[in-house]
Nanobody
Framework: QVQLVESGGGLVQAGGSLRLSCAAS????????MGWFRQAPGKEREFAAA????????FYAGSVKGRFTISRDNAKNTVYLQMNSLKPEDTAVYYC??????????????????WGQGTQVTVSS
């Protein structure tokens, strides 16, 4: 239904910023709620942020709240993750994902049916 491609990852120093982008194909982008997940080396994939279909509601994991901002531009079929005040513990592969769940927001990875390939974010100390 939709294909997702992340970009914007890279190597930054602690305290720096990055903006990740996730470009979606198709003409039904606004019908999906979108989320960002991350997987650090040796750890399980974890939820980071999610945004409702219209962009009116957002939700963040406690570990990133206040530092990360998720947004979307439905006209451009793109979702973003602005990451500020980065810490070494933010180092992970970041994935965007799309969900058709019948809720405004979900943090459950099992409810996201389409995933991007991931982009590496490395934060040095």
């Amino acid at each position: 239904q939709v294909q997702l491609v992340e970009s914007g990852g890279g190597l930054v120093q602690a305290g720096g910023s990055l903006r990740l982008s996730c470009a979606a194909s198709g003409r039904t982008f606004s019908s999906y709620l979108m989320g960002w997940f991350r997987q650090a080396p040796g750890k399980e994939r974890e939820f980071a942020a999610a945004i409702s279909r219209s962009g009116g509601n957002t939700f963040y994991a406690g570990s990133v709240k206040g530092r990360f901002t998720i947004s979307r531009d439905n006209a451009k079929n793109t979702v973003y993750l602005q990451m500020n005040s980065l810490k070494p513990e933010d180092t992970a592969v970041y994935y965007c994902a799309a969900s058709s769940a019948m809720v405004a927001i979900t943090t459950r990875s099992s409810e996201y049916h389409t995933w991007g390939q991931g982009t590496q974010v490395t934060v040095s100390s």
